[in-house]
């Protein structure tokens, strides 16, 4: 070979090599234009991070710091780059895939107006043009590392294909036309979510998922169609234990939480509209019930451990528990009409105690929203399965209860539930004991001892006696971060009774004189036992009736009663006054500061 050749072949070489520098720039100024895909550890995170829609789930880790194939160039400001973000990626790929739908449509329309496609065909051609969306969708998302673009398309490409398929049934003239059956339709709709939900979880996209089980919602609608009580109902099981079977993958609570409502409400579309019997929607609804339960626990066995996570566990317990306990109810009372109101309610407070109890004792974490609503409803129960006084007596024996088990076996939740009880029982009390229950009568001792005197007079008492066994106990208000006794509510609530028991028992010159002595005999507790809240009590009350004296007894009552009240009350006032100078002693000051 001559040195020409040689010379030649050296700068072919040299060519190539910098043809493939060239590239290497290319390529590499290019990917600091886009910013390189998510690493593997920061997947989760970006992922959950990009769930904004409905049934999507929240992220639970760091996203600071992260990279993303979505970022802007890191050297803008944060807030540039968010909005150049949002209006580039998330306004115009919205708007680009609502036209991309649109634009489908209308081609769709010229095939028909030309005579090309029939009905067969549009559903075919939907099908797979909604398939090949989403399958680039998750290309993109996951090869290229576009995630928030690609999950908009493979959302995109979920719907076209979804109701493509649906088309085959949901519209008369294409049913008449296809001939397609109900169960054929709703197999393919199922295979279609089925295999969207697996993907799903496997590319870590919850905003997929939540667009999968929300469609698959639907399609349990559209199974009402087929008029057997079993098709729809069942699918919607189904459905639940699937959120369930993923959230022991995935511990997306924000998709199990957006997935109760729909699921009741399928529930009592179901029940509305085909009747079913009252035993088969028991065992759908306990079924429903029990499912979400254990999806609850699997959430709480996660790793996730974040303030959000509990609080979307949290309210998946209440709203579960409270459509379960509002249907059961209605569906027992005509399974059962002998049966006592309230069954099925206190049925779901009792399996909210096993609930509390078993995800203390197995998870070391108890499901604080089971054990504050398991008092609730079981409150609730007794108020519908008794008479208002033995309502009152159950309500007051369940408070007790409630906060003796919360208070010896340290159970916070239980506590909250038995002072919302209390409030409940005091409610019911002012409207419902005040109204319906008989007013003290000697001409009927036996109304009198289950009317209205006895049941004041019975929540006067315990709520006397708690603010004393409550004694010194405080408790840290949430967010305020201060320490508020236990004692003094009860106890002043006590008080509150008392003067309404008077109120309504009493009137005129004998009101006055009784809300005097009680007064009187407060401020004398007080000042014998040195207990500062009972002398405040006293003085209230002594300002009540003072209040009442001078304004309404001076017009509303006759000369005699008029003279009696003021007499009374000054008398009472003069002694309370002599009480306090007598309790002061030598040192008043420091006497009335301690």
């Given at each position: 070979?001559?040195?020409?050749?040689?010379?030649?072949?050296?700068?072919?070489?040299?060519?190539?090599?910098?043809?493939?520098?060239?590239?290497?720039?290319?390529?590499?100024?290019?990917?600091?234009?886009?910013?390189?895909?998510?690493?593997?550890?920061?997947?989760?995170?970006?992922?959950?991070?990009?769930?904004?829609?409905?049934?999507?789930?929240?992220?639970?880790?760091?996203?600071?710091?992260?990279?993303?194939?979505?970022?802007?160039?890191?050297?803008?400001?944060?807030?540039?780059?968010?909005?150049?973000?949002?209006?580039?990626?998330?306004?115009?790929?919205?708007?680009?895939?609502?036209?991309?739908?649109?634009?489908?449509?209308?081609?769709?329309?010229?095939?028909?107006?030309?005579?090309?496609?029939?009905?067969?065909?549009?559903?075919?051609?939907?099908?797979?043009?909604?398939?090949?969306?989403?399958?680039?969708?998750?290309?993109?998302?996951?090869?290229?590392?576009?995630?928030?673009?690609?999950?908009?398309?493979?959302?995109?490409?979920?719907?076209?294909?979804?109701?493509?398929?649906?088309?085959?049934?949901?519209?008369?003239?294409?049913?008449?036309?296809?001939?397609?059956?109900?169960?054929?339709?709703?197999?393919?709709?199922?295979?279609?979510?089925?295999?969207?939900?697996?993907?799903?979880?496997?590319?870590?996209?919850?905003?997929?998922?939540?667009?999968?089980?929300?469609?698959?919602?639907?399609?349990?609608?559209?199974?009402?169609?087929?008029?057997?009580?079993?098709?729809?109902?069942?699918?919607?099981?189904?459905?639940?234990?699937?959120?369930?079977?993923?959230?022991?993958?995935?511990?997306?609570?924000?998709?199990?939480?957006?997935?109760?409502?729909?699921?009741?409400?399928?529930?009592?579309?179901?029940?509305?509209?085909?009747?079913?019997?009252?035993?088969?929607?028991?065992?759908?609804?306990?079924?429903?019930?029990?499912?979400?339960?254990?999806?609850?626990?699997?959430?709480?066995?996660?790793?996730?451990?974040?303030?959000?996570?509990?609080?979307?566990?949290?309210?998946?317990?209440?709203?579960?528990?409270?459509?379960?306990?509002?249907?059961?109810?209605?569906?027992?009372?005509?399974?059962?009409?002998?049966?006592?109101?309230?069954?099925?309610?206190?049925?779901?407070?009792?399996?909210?105690?096993?609930?509390?109890?078993?995800?203390?004792?197995?998870?070391?974490?108890?499901?604080?929203?089971?054990?504050?609503?398991?008092?609730?409803?079981?409150?609730?129960?007794?108020?519908?399965?008794?008479d208002p006084f033995f309502a009152t007596a159950g309500l007051l024996g369940l408070l007790c209860g409630a906060l003796t088990v919360g208070s010896r076996r340290d159970a916070r939740?239980?506590?909250?539930?038995?002072?919302?009880?209390?409030?409940?029982?005091?409610?019911?009390?002012?409207?419902?004991?005040?109204?319906?229950?008989?007013?003290?009568?000697?001409?009927?001792?036996?109304?009198?001892?289950?009317?209205?005197?006895?049941?004041?007079?019975?929540?006067?008492?315990?709520?006397?006696?708690?603010?004393?066994?409550?004694?010194?106990?405080?408790?840290?208000?949430?967010?305020?971060?201060?320490?508020?006794?236990?004692?003094?509510?009860?106890?002043?609530?006590?008080?509150?009774?008392?003067?309404?028991?008077?109120?309504?028992?009493?009137?005129?010159?004998?009101?006055?004189?009784?809300?005097?002595?009680?007064?009187?005999?407060?401020?004398?507790?007080?000042?014998?036992?040195?207990?500062?809240?009972?002398?405040?009590?006293?003085?209230?009350?002594?300002?009540?009736?003072?209040?009442?004296?001078?304004?309404?007894?001076?017009?509303?009552?006759?000369?005699?009663?008029?003279?009696?009240?003021?007499?009374?009350?000054?008398?009472?006032?003069?002694?309370?006054?002599?009480?306090?100078?007598?309790?002061?002693?030598?040192?008043?000051?420091?006497?009335?500061?301690?």
């Open positions: 070979m001559s040195d020409d050749d040689d010379l030649e072949a050296e700068v072919r070489d040299l060519r190539a090599e910098v043809d493939a520098l060239q590239t290497r720039i290319t390529a590499l100024e290019s990917a600091l234009d886009t910013d390189p895909p998510p690493s593997a550890g920061d997947e989760t995170a970006t992922t959950e991070a990009d769930a904004a829609a409905p049934g999507s789930e929240a992220t639970h880790g760091s996203e600071s710091g992260t990279a993303t194939g979505e970022t802007a160039d890191s050297g803008a400001p944060s807030g540039e780059r968010n909005w150049e973000r949002d209006i580039g990626m998330k306004w115009l790929g919205g708007v680009g895939g609502l036209a991309l739908v649109v634009g489908v449509v209308f081609f769709i329309r010229l095939a028909i107006e030309a005579g090309y496609l029939g009905p067969l065909g549009r559903v075919l051609i939907g099908t797979a043009g909604g398939l090949i969306l989403l399958a680039g969708g998750r290309y993109a998302a996951e090869r290229q590392g576009y995630d928030r673009w690609g999950r908009l398309v493979a959302g995109t490409g979920l719907a076209i294909a979804y109701f493509s398929v649906y088309a085959a049934y949901g519209f008369e003239s294409y049913r008449a036309a296809i001939g397609a059956p109900l169960w054929v339709v709703m197999l393919v709709l199922t295979a279609l979510v089925a295999a969207t939900a697996v993907v799903s979880v496997r590319d870590h996209a919850p905003a997929v998922a939540g667009e999968a089980f929300l469609l698959g919602y639907v399609t349990a609608y559209v199974g009402l169609d087929a008029g057997s009580f079993v098709v729809s109902p069942a699918y919607v099981v189904l459905l639940t234990a699937g959120l369930v079977t993923i959230a022991a993958v995935r511990p997306w609570s924000r998709l199990v939480l957006g997935s109760v409502v729909p699921a009741y409400v399928l529930h009592i579309a179901w029940m509305n509209r085909l009747e079913p019997p009252e035993a088969v929607a028991t065992a759908i609804l306990t079924a429903t019930f029990a499912v979400y339960a254990a999806g609850v626990y699997v959430l709480r066995a996660s790793d996730r451990t974040d303030r959000w996570h509990r609080r979307l566990v949290e309210a998946t317990t209440g709203l579960n528990a409270v459509f379960a306990a509002i249907l059961l109810e209605g569906v027992v009372r005509r399974l059962i009409p002998t049966a006592p109101d309230g069954v099925a309610v206190g049925a779901v407070g009792l399996a909210l105690v096993g609930v509390y109890a078993v995800t203390g004792s197995r998870l070391g974490q108890q499901d604080s929203a089971a054990g504050m609503l398991a008092v609730v409803l079981l409150a609730v129960s007794v108020v519908l399965a008794a939740a239980v506590r909250i539930g038995g002072h919302l009880v209390a409030v409940g029982t005091v409610a019911k009390l002012l409207a419902v004991d005040a109204t319906e229950l008989p007013a003290f009568s000697l001409a009927d001792p036996l109304a009198t001892a289950m009317g209205r005197p006895a049941a004041y007079l019975l929540g006067i008492a315990v709520f006397y006696a708690l603010g004393r066994w409550f004694g010194g106990a405080s408790t840290t208000v949430p967010g305020i971060d201060r320490e508020l006794s236990m004692a003094a509510p009860y106890a002043w609530t006590a008080t509150g009774l008392a003067v309404v028991f008077l109120g309504l028992e009493l009137s005129g010159a004998g009101l006055s004189v009784a809300w005097a002595v009680l007064g009187l005999a407060f401020v004398g507790a007080g000042l014998a036992f040195d207990a500062r809240s009972r002398r405040l009590q006293g003085v209230v009350v002594l300002g009540l009736v003072t209040t009442k004296v001078f304004l309404y007894d001076t017009q509303g009552l006759d000369t005699l009663a008029r003279t009696l009240s003021f007499l009374v009350l000054g008398g009472i006032l003069l002694v309370a006054s002599y009480a306090y100078a007598r309790w002061q002693g030598e040192e008043p000051l420091k006497r009335l500061s301690g």
